[in-house]
């Protein structure tokens, strides 16, 4: 892929929910809301503080995150549906 963020922004592969709850129903894709665990594609350099320094992002490639509901903006890189996200809207790291 000939993508890479800047700053302190993120690249994120959605990763998808089950298609069936934990007692064996199947939920219909038009019920489905979007999954809001991703997959960090790849990340930018970091911010630059006051000072002019660069502060390195704590997330990396391959990273397993929760982020926002409506966190980042949905973009197509490749035919592929990705995320590009500020560090600042990702809530954890999964694992």
């Given at each position: ?12 592969r ?25 997959e ?56």
């Amino acid at each position: 892929m000939g993508f890479r963020p800047l700053h302190d922004r993120v690249l994120v592969r959605r990763v998808e929910a089950d298609e069936k709850t934990k007692g064996g129903i199947i939920i219909p894709d038009s019920a489905k809301e979007k999954p809001q665990e991703g997959e960090v594609v790849s990340a930018g350099t970091g911010a630059r503080n006051e000072a002019g320094e660069i502060h390195p992002l704590e997330v990396k490639a391959g990273d397993k995150i929760l982020f926002g509901k409506w966190s980042g903006t949905e973009v197509k890189i490749d035919g592929e549906d990705l995320i590009i996200m500020k560090e600042s809207d990702i809530l954890g790291i999964v694992g």
